[in-house]
Nanobody, 119 residues
């Protein structure tokens, strides 16, 4: 069992920026992917961005061009999601997910961090 801790959420004005951090305690194998998801009130959880062990990244169309997901180290112990040009529709609880594509039992979620974009 690994632990995941998210941080960096908060209240930000439209057009502002925020960095979310995801720190975990597990072993990162080459097949592990760390991703960020979000869930707005009344909506289903949706994919935001992900990064794999080799630095490959993916982004949802809704944040592409104004967000960056990066790992602070090669071991992917801490992964940051930088969000820029924030909009009201970015308001949601953001969750970090760490999963191994080759092991179905290696799929962990953080507790979530609230991001509110409002003036």
């Amino acid at each position: 069992q690994i632990q995941i801790v998210e941080s960096g959420g908060g209240l930000v004005q439209p057009g502002g920026s925020l960095t979310l951090s995801c720190a975990h305690s597990g072993t990162i194998y080459n097949s592990v992917v760390t991703g960020w998801y979000r869930q707005a009130p009344g909506k289903e959880r949706e994919f935001v961005a992900s990064i794999n062990r080799f630095g490959g990244t993916k982004y949802a169309d809704s944040v592409k061009g104004r967000s960056t997901i990066i790992s602070r180290d090669n071991a992917m112990i801490t992964v940051d999601l930088n969000l820029n040009s924030l909009k009201a529709e970015d308001t949601a609880v953001y969750y970090c997910n760490v999963k191994d594509l080759w092991r179905s039992d290696y799929d962990y979620w953080g507790q979530g961090t609230q991001v509110t974009v409002s003036s």
